[in-house]
T-cell receptor, first 113, second 111 residues
Framework: DTEVTQTPKHLVMGMTNKKSLKCEQH?????MYWYKQKAKKPPELMFV???????INESVPSRFSPECPNSSLLNLHLHALQPEDSALYLC????????????FGPGTRLLVL | GQQLNQSPQSMFIQEGEDVSMNCTSS?????WLWYKQDPGEGPVLLIA?????ELTSNGRLTAQFGITRKDSFLNISASIPSDVGIYFC???????????FGGGTRLMVKP
Protein backbone atom coordinates (compact mmCIF):
# COMPACT_ATOMS: atom_id res chain seq x y z
CA ASP A 1 0.00 0.00 0.00
CA THR A 2 1.55 3.27 -1.14
CA GLU A 3 -1.42 5.51 -0.51
CA VAL A 4 -1.32 9.06 0.74
CA THR A 5 -4.73 10.64 1.22
CA GLN A 6 -5.58 14.33 1.26
CA THR A 7 -8.71 16.24 2.19
CA PRO A 8 -10.47 18.21 0.97
CA LYS A 9 -10.01 17.62 -2.75
CA HIS A 10 -11.17 21.16 -3.56
CA LEU A 11 -11.28 24.28 -1.40
CA VAL A 12 -12.49 27.80 -2.11
CA MET A 13 -11.74 30.42 0.51
CA GLY A 14 -11.77 34.15 0.95
CA MET A 15 -8.74 36.16 1.95
CA THR A 16 -9.99 36.52 5.53
CA ASN A 17 -10.85 32.85 6.06
CA LYS A 18 -9.00 30.27 8.10
CA LYS A 19 -8.95 26.76 6.73
CA SER A 20 -6.85 23.60 7.05
CA LEU A 21 -5.61 20.98 4.62
CA LYS A 22 -5.14 17.44 5.87
CA CYS A 23 -2.85 14.63 4.80
CA GLU A 24 -2.66 11.07 6.07
CA GLN A 25 -0.48 8.04 5.37
CA HIS A 26 -0.39 4.61 6.99
CA UNK A 27 2.80 3.31 5.44
CA UNK A 28 4.86 3.92 8.56
CA UNK A 29 6.75 6.70 6.80
CA UNK A 30 8.56 9.11 9.11
CA UNK A 31 9.07 11.98 6.64
CA MET A 32 6.20 14.04 5.26
CA TYR A 33 6.23 16.96 2.88
CA TRP A 34 4.06 19.82 1.66
CA TYR A 35 4.47 21.01 -1.91
CA LYS A 36 2.77 23.79 -3.85
CA GLN A 37 2.19 23.32 -7.57
CA LYS A 38 1.07 25.95 -10.06
CA ALA A 39 -0.41 24.97 -13.40
CA LYS A 40 2.05 23.42 -15.86
CA LYS A 41 4.90 23.74 -13.36
CA PRO A 42 6.70 21.14 -11.24
CA PRO A 43 5.95 20.86 -7.52
CA GLU A 44 7.76 23.34 -5.26
CA LEU A 45 8.78 22.19 -1.81
CA MET A 46 7.29 24.14 1.12
CA PHE A 47 7.91 22.14 4.31
CA VAL A 48 9.50 18.89 5.43
CA UNK A 49 8.70 17.05 8.64
CA UNK A 50 11.02 14.35 9.86
CA UNK A 51 9.99 12.22 12.85
CA UNK A 52 7.20 14.73 13.55
CA UNK A 53 9.58 17.67 13.75
CA UNK A 54 9.79 20.47 11.22
CA UNK A 55 13.15 20.10 9.53
CA ILE A 56 12.83 22.32 6.47
CA ASN A 57 10.85 25.48 5.82
CA GLU A 58 11.58 26.79 2.33
CA SER A 59 11.03 30.43 3.31
CA VAL A 60 7.27 30.00 3.18
CA PRO A 61 5.15 33.00 4.30
CA SER A 62 3.72 32.73 7.79
CA ARG A 63 0.17 32.67 6.45
CA PHE A 64 0.95 28.96 5.85
CA SER A 65 1.40 27.07 9.11
CA PRO A 66 2.23 23.35 9.08
CA GLU A 67 1.49 20.94 11.88
CA CYS A 68 2.35 17.28 12.40
CA PRO A 69 0.09 15.90 15.18
CA ASN A 70 1.53 12.39 14.86
CA SER A 71 3.57 10.27 12.51
CA SER A 72 0.61 9.55 10.21
CA LEU A 73 -0.92 13.00 9.94
CA LEU A 74 0.19 16.29 8.45
CA ASN A 75 -1.86 19.47 8.41
CA LEU A 76 -1.42 22.79 6.66
CA HIS A 77 -3.25 25.68 8.31
CA LEU A 78 -4.15 28.57 6.06
CA HIS A 79 -4.92 32.12 7.16
CA ALA A 80 -5.19 35.42 5.32
CA LEU A 81 -4.14 33.94 1.99
CA GLN A 82 -3.73 35.92 -1.21
CA PRO A 83 -5.21 35.10 -4.64
CA GLU A 84 -1.72 34.19 -5.88
CA ASP A 85 -1.71 31.36 -3.31
CA SER A 86 -4.27 29.54 -5.45
CA ALA A 87 -2.63 26.29 -6.52
CA LEU A 88 -2.62 22.51 -6.12
CA TYR A 89 -1.21 21.62 -2.68
CA LEU A 90 0.42 18.23 -2.59
CA CYS A 91 1.39 16.13 0.38
CA UNK A 92 4.05 13.43 0.07
CA UNK A 93 5.74 10.94 2.36
CA UNK A 94 8.87 8.82 2.36
CA UNK A 95 10.37 6.19 4.63
CA UNK A 96 12.52 8.86 6.19
CA UNK A 97 14.22 12.06 5.11
CA UNK A 98 17.14 10.15 3.63
CA UNK A 99 14.86 7.92 1.56
CA UNK A 100 14.61 9.30 -1.92
CA UNK A 101 11.35 7.71 -3.02
CA UNK A 102 8.47 10.02 -2.20
CA UNK A 103 4.84 9.04 -2.64
CA PHE A 104 2.38 11.81 -3.38
CA GLY A 105 -1.24 12.29 -2.43
CA PRO A 106 -3.87 13.41 -4.94
CA GLY A 107 -3.63 17.02 -3.83
CA THR A 108 -6.01 19.75 -2.71
CA ARG A 109 -6.92 22.30 -5.36
CA LEU A 110 -7.16 25.64 -3.57
CA LEU A 111 -8.80 28.76 -4.94
CA VAL A 112 -8.42 32.00 -3.00
CA LEU A 113 -10.91 34.71 -3.89
CA GLY B 1 21.03 26.18 -7.26
CA GLN B 2 20.95 23.04 -9.28
CA GLN B 3 18.41 22.60 -12.02
CA LEU B 4 17.11 19.73 -14.05
CA ASN B 5 16.56 20.34 -17.74
CA GLN B 6 13.80 18.14 -19.04
CA SER B 7 13.04 17.76 -22.74
CA PRO B 8 11.02 17.90 -24.75
CA GLN B 9 8.56 20.25 -23.05
CA SER B 10 5.69 18.69 -24.97
CA MET B 11 5.06 15.91 -27.46
CA PHE B 12 2.07 15.14 -29.66
CA ILE B 13 2.26 11.63 -31.03
CA GLN B 14 0.15 9.01 -32.74
CA GLU B 15 -1.12 6.05 -30.75
CA GLY B 16 1.27 3.14 -31.10
CA GLU B 17 4.38 5.27 -31.44
CA ASP B 18 7.32 5.05 -29.06
CA VAL B 19 8.19 8.05 -26.88
CA SER B 20 11.47 9.19 -25.40
CA MET B 21 12.14 12.00 -22.93
CA ASN B 22 15.17 12.90 -20.89
CA CYS B 23 16.54 14.97 -18.06
CA THR B 24 19.99 16.42 -17.69
CA SER B 25 21.68 18.08 -14.78
CA SER B 26 24.73 20.24 -14.31
CA UNK B 27 25.61 18.25 -11.20
CA UNK B 28 25.72 14.62 -10.14
CA UNK B 29 22.66 12.88 -8.75
CA UNK B 30 22.45 9.68 -6.70
CA UNK B 31 18.82 8.94 -7.44
CA TRP B 32 16.51 9.55 -10.38
CA LEU B 33 12.77 9.21 -10.15
CA TRP B 34 10.16 9.42 -12.90
CA TYR B 35 6.59 10.48 -12.10
CA LYS B 36 3.43 10.82 -14.18
CA GLN B 37 0.78 13.36 -13.29
CA ASP B 38 -2.77 13.42 -14.61
CA PRO B 39 -4.70 16.72 -14.58
CA GLY B 40 -5.85 17.63 -11.07
CA GLU B 41 -4.11 14.66 -9.50
CA GLY B 42 -0.86 14.11 -7.64
CA PRO B 43 2.27 12.71 -9.29
CA VAL B 44 2.41 8.91 -9.39
CA LEU B 45 5.78 7.22 -9.14
CA LEU B 46 6.60 5.21 -12.28
CA ILE B 47 10.22 4.17 -11.90
CA ALA B 48 12.99 4.76 -9.36
CA UNK B 49 16.68 4.47 -10.26
CA UNK B 50 19.40 4.25 -7.63
CA UNK B 51 22.57 3.25 -9.43
CA UNK B 52 24.57 4.72 -12.32
CA UNK B 53 23.97 2.72 -15.48
CA GLU B 54 20.85 1.08 -14.06
CA LEU B 55 18.19 0.20 -16.63
CA THR B 56 14.74 -0.55 -15.22
CA SER B 57 11.46 -1.46 -16.86
CA ASN B 58 7.88 -1.19 -15.68
CA GLY B 59 5.59 -2.64 -18.32
CA ARG B 60 5.93 -0.50 -21.45
CA LEU B 61 8.13 1.98 -19.60
CA THR B 62 11.90 1.81 -19.48
CA ALA B 63 14.17 4.27 -17.70
CA GLN B 64 17.93 4.49 -17.38
CA PHE B 65 20.25 6.21 -14.92
CA GLY B 66 23.00 7.78 -17.02
CA ILE B 67 26.53 6.51 -16.52
CA THR B 68 27.78 10.06 -15.83
CA ARG B 69 25.06 10.37 -13.13
CA LYS B 70 24.02 13.65 -14.70
CA ASP B 71 21.18 12.41 -16.86
CA SER B 72 18.31 9.97 -17.17
CA PHE B 73 15.85 9.03 -19.86
CA LEU B 74 12.38 7.52 -19.93
CA ASN B 75 11.04 5.57 -22.89
CA ILE B 76 7.43 4.56 -23.44
CA SER B 77 6.81 1.91 -26.07
CA ALA B 78 3.63 1.49 -28.12
CA SER B 79 1.88 4.51 -26.61
CA ILE B 80 -1.83 4.37 -25.81
CA PRO B 81 -4.32 7.18 -25.08
CA SER B 82 -4.09 6.71 -21.30
CA ASP B 83 -0.39 7.61 -21.46
CA VAL B 84 -1.52 11.22 -21.80
CA GLY B 85 -0.29 13.40 -18.94
CA ILE B 86 2.72 15.29 -17.67
CA TYR B 87 5.88 13.32 -16.93
CA PHE B 88 8.33 14.71 -14.38
CA CYS B 89 11.83 13.59 -13.64
CA UNK B 90 13.21 14.23 -10.16
CA UNK B 91 16.67 13.77 -8.78
CA UNK B 92 18.44 13.80 -5.45
CA UNK B 93 22.12 14.33 -4.74
CA UNK B 94 24.31 13.72 -1.73
CA UNK B 95 24.35 17.29 -0.53
CA UNK B 96 20.70 17.56 0.33
CA UNK B 97 17.78 15.34 1.04
CA UNK B 98 15.33 17.11 -1.17
CA UNK B 99 14.19 16.28 -4.66
CA UNK B 100 14.86 18.57 -7.59
CA PHE B 101 12.20 18.37 -10.29
CA GLY B 102 12.50 18.82 -14.02
CA GLY B 103 10.11 21.15 -15.81
CA GLY B 104 7.93 18.31 -17.08
CA THR B 105 7.09 16.79 -20.46
CA ARG B 106 3.48 17.09 -21.56
CA LEU B 107 2.52 14.05 -23.61
CA MET B 108 -0.51 14.03 -25.89
CA VAL B 109 -1.51 10.87 -27.77
CA LYS B 110 -3.76 10.95 -30.81
CA PRO B 111 -5.92 7.82 -31.15
Amino acid sequence: DTEVTQTPKHLVMGMTNKKSLKCEQHMGHRAMYWYKQKAKKPPELMFVYSYEKLSINESVPSRFSPECPNSSLLNLHLHALQPEDSALYLCASSQDRREETQYFGPGTRLLVL
Amino acid sequence: GQQLNQSPQSMFIQEGEDVSMNCTSSSIFNTWLWYKQDPGEGPVLLIALYKAGELTSNGRLTAQFGITRKDSFLNISASIPSDVGIYFCAGRNNAGNMLTFGGGTRLMVKP
